[in-house]
């Protein structure tokens, strides 16, 4: 059985690398023989990679993942290091390369070619397009016959010219068999955005290899139950989190913002949750100071958000908090005794007592903050002056 069929795992975390399918501005790497690709320079994927050698061509699946060139880690894309846009290893700092398939396997299995092949990887690249997949593609384009549109759809050699007969199949059956069946995920994505077969959707949701198709099927699933399986189950955070913008279940919603261990799931989940008591909690207790802030945006409690405000280990937090207090007595609290000064500055936006501000002004010890009470003072005086103008 080949290598790739066991999986990859990120060499710092143990989690998983998904496949992620063919990069989508490398699909002319499936034109095999007449396509080449060589070099260094590439803006494709934001960052420098290798010369493509015959290899690759073959089989140019792409990784959610990088590859150190000189510790040969293989590291997920929430390890990798980014320094000027530029993805690096976490370990040793040098630069990381996508995590193209054969790339994969010349590295763990012949690791002496790899060696050499990083050595010889210095060509400008350069793209050769294939003229027979462009002619192809227009042509598809004046092809009503949804025979002969069935033929290309599920037999072309070109991913690209399938996708094109796809978008002009109506045929569900035929949709569902190519969603299921096809090797190429952007291929079966296009399938899948055209079926309206909730069945068919949700066993693609929950069983496609892929993490792109399952998650571009959980966008049109409907089904609680399905959702909220796939929102407590899926491997893949992204599509986890897909299902959760759509689950309304308050008690599921609750269980994924405490226990998800992908801080953007538990965002989402956060963001569909009504109960104040338990945003209260997640505000006060979750370990991550994002989904702490995204839990403090949707608090109303006065008492809690001025808690917060003032305990909160991380000062953004604190400052979110107190930004959104309206109680005038648990302002100045804020204002008097917390020892961060943009919590403080925070609070004294929101002190319309003139006496309390010009206190302010003149005794907190940052000048920062004095100075923000006396803008405050101007702009309170300024908006009293208008309003008496329009009493008149």
Known sequence: MPLWNKGYSCSLCKNSIEEIGVHPELHALSMIKNVMFTGTGSSLTGCEIPSLNEEIL????????FICISCNKVICHQCIKIVDRDPGCPECGRQAIPAFKPLLELMLNKPSEWKLHLKNSNKPARFIYDKEKDAREAAVEKITDQAVLTEIAKNDKFADVRIKAIKEITDQTLLAEIAKNDKYPDVRIEAVKKI???AILAEIAKKDKDSGVRQEAVEKVAVQSILVEIAKKDESWLVRAEAVKKVTDQTLLLEVAKTDTEMSVRIDAIKMIADQSALVEI???DGDKFVRNAAVNKVSDQSALAEIAKTDENKSVCANAASK???QKLLLEIAKNVKEMSVRIEAV???TDQAVLAE???KDKDSDVRDEALKMIRIRSLLAGSAKINIK
């Open 283 to 285: 505000a006060k207790t």
């Open 325 to 327: 207090v309206t109680d």
């Open 196 to 198: 309206t077969d909730q």
């Open 349 to 351: 936006k929101k002190i």
């Open 360 to 362: 302010i002004a003149k």
């Open 58 to 65: 073959k089989d140019p699946i792409l990784f959610r993942g």
